[in-house]
């Protein structure tokens, strides 16, 4: 059984400083490095290591940038054929400043991801149909992804949409999605419900699962994830751990939830593996440079149960 993945590539230039600037401010110091990112391969990348056959469907350009991302997909055993390259646009490229606490701030020039079009969907159309889940997020362009999730609804690919960056998205695609994970401001933004609590979670799930979504799971950061199904609603514990940078955080618990879900796992299950592969991800630097193996993820969900006891 396979995931396919479609999505962005970015590469991601990283400023790690002592906090983030004010605007206008310049602040001089800090450690600089580059590594892969943008939010389709963050979770691809995320979802091969915790155990996952993936199938990555994506456009970068044909650029130093994007030579340096099909070898780094490779090297994590996630299949490229359906990942294209662009003559005229140049590959996506993050840049993420990361506080001493954790915080970021990020902006992204999309570069090719921004071409990734409705025929490049068609052209994977073999990929989606035999895939037990289709992951998506919302870097590249609405047309593509709506195409996606339609193909793979009439051919029973589980869609799982992580709705970020956060923009207003159609009923039509949400009557599409088997699991939607927005996380609070997604979830305020998609709804116009203040978040504020696990209440207000809770009353944003159910009102996109009345606009057609099957399961909707709100990630709430360290607190855990809100999960709200036709059997009801439920709260899943997180794990609190020493944040040093929460870029991918996100990215993280998608890719390791797509997985745990492809083998099975029961949906609150699924949720507490992903927000294990989350919680791992925050205390490592960098985007898929955190993401964390499928046997350090069963470790710490092992080392969490003992000191429960």
């Known amino acids: 059984m396979t995931i396919a993945v479609l999505g962005s590539y970015n590469t991601d230039l990283i400023v790690s400083l002592e906090r983030l600037p004010r605007p206008g401010e310049t602040i001089l110091?800090?450690?600089?490095?580059?590594?892969?990112?943008?939010?389709?391969?963050?979770?691809?990348?995320?979802?091969?290591?915790?155990?996952?056959?993936?199938?990555?469907?994506?456009?970068?350009?044909?650029?130093?940038?994007?030579?340096?991302?099909?070898?780094?997909?490779?090297?994590?055993?996630?299949?490229?054929?359906?990942?294209?390259?662009?003559?005229?646009?140049?590959?996506?490229?993050?840049?993420i400043l990361v506080g001493q606490e954790g915080e970021n701030s990020i902006a992204v020039a999309s570069g090719a991801n921004a071409r990734l079009t409705v025929s490049h969907v068609r052209a994977a159309r073999q990929a989606i149909e035999t895939a037990e889940i289709l992951l998506l997020q919302?870097?590249?362009?609405?047309?593509?992804?709506?195409?996606?999730?339609?193909?793979?609804?009439?051919?029973?690919?589980?869609?799982?949409?992580?709705?970020?960056?956060?923009c207003p998205l159609p009923d039509d695609l949400l009557r599409q999605v088997s699991i939607l994970t927005p996380n609070e401001s997604e979830a305020e933004m998609l709804t116009g419900i203040r978040q504020k609590s696990i209440a207000t979670a809770e009353r944003a799930a159910l009102k996109l699962r009345r606009r057609g979504v099957q399961t909707v799971i709100v990630t709430l950061g360290a607190r855990g994830a809100l999960v709200a199904s036709a059997a009801g609603t439920a709260f899943v514990r997180g794990f609190v751990v020493k944040a040093v940078d929460t870029t991918a955080a996100g990215d993280t618990f998608n890719g390791a939830l797509a997985v745990a879900l492809m083998e099975g796992q029961p949906l609150e299950t699924a949720v507490q593996f992903a927000n294990a592969a989350a919680a791992l991800s925050v205390t490592r630097r960098g985007a898929q440079t955190s993401a964390p193996a499928r046997k350090a993820i069963n470790a710490f969900l092992r080392g969490r149960k003992l000191q429960r006891r």
């Open 138 to 166: 919302l870097e590249t362009p609405l047309a593509s992804i709506e195409a996606a999730a339609r193909l793979a609804a009439r051919c029973g690919t589980r869609v799982v949409l992580n709705p970020a960056p956060a």
């Open 29 to 95: 110091g800090g450690r600089f490095q580059i590594a892969g990112g943008g939010k389709g391969a963050n979770q691809a990348v995320a979802a091969a290591r915790a155990g996952g056959q993936i199938r990555f469907i994506a456009r970068i350009g044909r650029d130093s940038f994007g030579d340096r991302a099909i070898a780094a997909l490779r090297k994590e055993g996630i299949e490229v054929s359906h990942v294209s390259r662009d003559a005229r646009s140049p590959s996506g490229v993050a840049l």
